[in-house]
C-alpha cells in the first residue's frame, strides 16, 4: 500500500445528494453515518456536505428535472479520485416515480442516477438499510485506494 | 456593494444596504433540497422568502387511473418520514367512501402504528434541531433512542422506513401482534420513556441551551393562525387544536393535548418533547387493552362513489387526502400534506431574527420538503 492510500483509507468524507425521493433512504443513510448505532465513522468513513472535500458521493432519490443539473455541478466540483454511490431503488431504476412499467412514462424524472453521472457501486432497498450502505461504501473503497 | 462616505443634506444619516443571501437548492444548511432567500440588512432578517417545486415527481399523476389497492401503497412513497400516515389516509378514504366497516384490533394496531411513527418523527425532529443548535451530544442521543423505535417498526412492519401495513378493511397479516410482539413494546416503551424523560430534564435545566433558544423565531398566536400553521408547530403558539380528539379511532384512548404560550423555538421543542410522552401514553393503553377478534374485513364490495375526503392528525400537522372511485380505479387525486401550510410560519418565523438563528428559525417549523411538492394551483383573490 502506498503512502498516498494509506492516508487516503484515513479519511474519506462522504458527501450525500439527495435527488428528490422520499426522504426514507436520505434519513437511513444520515442515521447510519451519524447515529451511534451503526456509526460509519469508526471506518474513518466521515459525512461532509462540501463537494469539494468529498471522496464519495452518496447519491439517493429518481433525480428530478430541476435536481439534473446540480447534481451534475456537484459530480465536477468533486476532485479525483472519486467514486459515486447510487442508493436506493430509486436512484437505481427510478422507483415507483418513473412509472416504468406504466403507460405513459413520468415526465418529471431524469434518473436513474447512471444515466446523469457515472455510478460506481449500487446499493438496493427501499428504503436501504443502514448494513447496506455500510457495504456500499466499503465496496467503493478500492476505487479510491487504488487510483494513482 | 459601493460606500460614500461623504455626508450630505441629501444622504440618509444610516446608510443600510440590504443583502440577499440564497441558500440551496443543494446546500450544506438543508439537507433536504429548497430554497430560502434571506434579505438581509446589518445581519437582521428582513424578508425570506422559501421556494419549493425542486423535488416534485408527480405521485398523483402516477396514481391517476391505477387500481385502489395499488394507488394507496403508492401513497406511501410521498414521504418516508410519516409514510404510515399517507397511507393510513388513503385507506380512510376509501373505507369512507366503499361505507367498509374496520374491525376493532385492526383500528388498535393501526393507531400502535401511529404512535410508533409520531414517536420516531418527533425523535428526528429533536435530534436535528439540537444538532442545528450545536448541541452534538444530544443530538446522538436522541439517535440512539429512536433506533428503539426503529426496530419496533421493523419488527411489525417489516421493514424500517416504508411499512404497508394498513389496507382497505383492516391491516396486513404480517403486521399482526402476537404476545411476544406485545411485550417488545411494553418493554421498548418503558425504555423510551425513562430515556426521554431524562432528556427532557436535562435539557430544562441546561441554561445555555435555554437562553440561546428562549425567546427565538417567535411565532405569535395570531400569526400562526392567520399563517394557516397546522400541528405541533401551531400548538406551541398556544392554540388547542388537535384532529385527534376528532377522530372516532382515538376514542378509546385518553391522552392530552400540549400547548405551550411562547411560541419560540423552547415551545417548539417542549411541544414535541411532550407529545412524545403522550404518545407513549397512548400506545401502552393500546397495548394493555388491545381486544381479540379479526385483523381485516374482507366483505367490501367495489362500487362507483363521488369525491370522498379526509382529514388525520399526523406528525406534523393535518394531512388531507381526497380521491373518487371509477370502477375500481382512482380519480382525480388531491394530497395535501401538512408541512405546504407550515412554510407561511416558517418564513415569518426568520423575520426580525439575526442570520445564525434563519436556519433554526426554518427548522423550529418541523419542515418536510419531500411531502410539500405537490401539485397546486396558486389563485389570487
Known amino acids: ?148 | 456593494m459601493e460606500e460614500d462616505n461623504k455626508i450630505t443634506d441629501e444622504t440618509p444619516k444610516k446608510q443600510v444596504i440590504e443583502t440577499e443571501v440564497p441558500l440551496g437548492p443543494v446546500h450544506s444548511a438543508a439537507i433536504e433540497p429548497y430554497r430560502v432567500r434571506l434579505f438581509v440588512e446589518d445581519e437582521i432578517v428582513k424578508d425570506a422568502e422559501i421556494t419549493v417545486g425542486v423535488n416534485h415527481r408527480g405521485v398523483e399523476r402516477i396514481m391517476e387511473g391505477l387500481p385502489v389497492e395499488k394507488a394507496n401503497s403508492l401513497t406511501e412513497k410521498i414521504c418516508g418520514i410519516c409514510s404510515n400516515s399517507h397511507i393510513w389516509n388513503s385507506v380512510m378514504v376509501a373505507e369512507k367512501a366503499l361505507g367498509t366497516e374496520v374491525p376493532e384490533r385492526a383500528q388498535y394496531i393501526r393507531v400502535i402504528m401511529e404512535e410508533l411513527e409520531r414517536l420516531h418523527s418527533h425523535m428526528l425532529y429533536l435530534a436535528h434541531g439540537n444538532e442545528v443548535l450545536g448541541h452534538e451530544t444530544f443530538s446522538m442521543r436522541l439517535f440512539y433512542i429512536r433506533e428503539t423505535v426503529m426496530e419496533l417498526l421493523r419488527m411489525i412492519g417489516g421493514n424500517r422506513v416504508q411499512y404497508g401495513v394498513p389496507i382497505i378493511g383492516g391491516i396486513r397479516p404480517r403486521a399482526e401482534l402476537n404476545q411476544m410482539k406485545l411485550q417488545k413494546i411494553t418493554e421498548g416503551m418503558n425504555y423510551i420513556e425513562e430515556k426521554i424523560t431524562n432528556f427532557a430534564e436535562r435539557f430544562i435545566s441546561d441554561s445555555m441551551i435555554m437562553s440561546r433558544i428562549t425567546g427565538v423565531g417567535i411565532l405569535t398566536k395570531e400569526d400562526a393562525i392567520r399563517l394557516s400553521a397546522t400541528g405541533p408547530t401551531l400548538r406551541a403558539t398556544g392554540v388547542e387544536v388537535d384532529l385527534r380528539t376528532d377522530m372516532k379511532e382515538y376514542d378509546p384512548f385518553e391522552f392530552d393535548v400540549i400547548t405551550q404560550d411562547d411560541g419560540d423555538v423552547k415551545s417548539q421543542l417542549l411541544v414535541r418533547v411532550l407529545e412524545i410522552l403522550e404518545a407513549i401514553k397512548i400506545i401502552r393503553q393500546a397495548v394493555k387493552h388491545l381486544p381479540e377478534g379479526p385483523i381485516t374485513n374482507r366483505s367490501w364490495e367495489m362500487q362507483d362513489t363521488p369525491i370522498t375526503k379526509s382529514y388525520i392528525e399526523v406528525p406534523r400537522g393535518k394531512l388531507y387526502h381526497s380521491y373518487y372511485l371509477d370502477e375500481g380505479r382512482v380519480r382525480n387525486v388531491i394530497v395535501r400534506t401538512p408541512s405546504i401550510t407550515n412554510i407561511g410560519a416558517m418564513e415569518h418565523a426568520c423575520i426580525g431574527n439575526h442570520i445564525t438563528d434563519a436556519q433554526l428559525a426554518v427548522v423550529q417549523c418541523d419542515p418536510c420538503f419531500t411531502c410539500t411538492d405537490r401539485a397546486i394551483q396558486i389563485i389570487q383573490l
Request: hydrophobic share 45%.
Open chain 1, 1 to 148: 500500500m502506498s503512502l498516498k492510500s494509506y492516508s487516503r483509507a484515513r479519511a474519506v468524507h462522504v458527501m450525500l445528494v439527495y435527488t428528490g425521493g422520499c426522504n426514507g433512504c436520505d434519513i437511513e443513510i444520515v442515521n447510519c453515518v451519524l447515529s451511534p448505532k451503526y456509526d460509519i465513522e469508526q471506518y474513518k468513513i466521515f459525512l461532509t456536505w462540501n463537494p469539494r472535500e468529498a471522496d464519495v458521493l452518496v447519491v439517493t432519490g429518481p433525480v428530478t428535472r430541476h435536481n439534473k443539473e446540480p447534481l451534475k455541478a456537484i459530480y465536477e466540483a468533486i476532485p479525483e479520485p472519486k467514486a459515486v454511490i447510487a442508493a436506493g431503488a430509486c436512484a437505481l431504476m427510478g422507483g415507483v416515480y418513473k412509472n416504468i412499467n406504466g403507460d405513459i412514462p413520468s415526465e418529471e424524472i431524469c434518473g436513474p442516477v447512471d444515466e446523469v453521472i457515472p455510478v460506481d457501486a449500487k446499493v438496493p432497498g427501499c428504503a436501504v438499510r443502514p448494513e447496506d450502505v455500510l457495504a456500499g461504501a466499503v465496496a467503493a473503497l478500492p476505487l479510491l485506494l487504488d487510483a494513482e
